[in-house]
Nanobody, 115 residues
């Protein structure tokens, strides 16, 4: 069974940085795409950033220029570097992976940005 484990969340002041990690139990190349999503209280879950098996990336407009998604193939880990954090970035951040029309989700990690 595929497992995704997020880590790296925490409390940070506005303008600060955090790096989230998503470790998978299988090779990241086995997934068509891996994404970071987030869900703030009272809001729908939204896509933040994604990276395909070929290395193409995409970002939500709200995080372009501030967040960077990357991967370490040897560690089967995808990262989300978050800079210039804003209070509106506060949310639970989830990693997901898509393969053969199936989606796998991690348990999430809380990110709180204080003003």
């Amino acid at each position: 069974q595929v497992q995704l484990v997020e880590s790296g969340g925490g409390l940070v002041q506005a303008g600060g940085s955090l790096r989230l990690s998503c470790a998978t139990s299988e090779s990241i190349f086995s997934f068509t795409i891996m994404n970071w999503y987030r869900q703030a209280p009272g809001k729908q879950r939204e896509m933040v950033a994604g990276i395909t098996s070929g290395g193409s990336t995409n970002y939500a407009d709200s995080v372009k220029g501030r967040f960077t998604i990357s991967r370490d193939n040897a560690k089967n880990t995808v990262y989300l570097q978050m800079n210039s954090l804003k209070p509106e970035d506060t949310a639970i951040y989830y990693c997901n992976a898509a393969r053969f029309l199936r989606l796998y989700w991690g348990q999430g990690t809380q990110v709180t940005v204080s003003s």
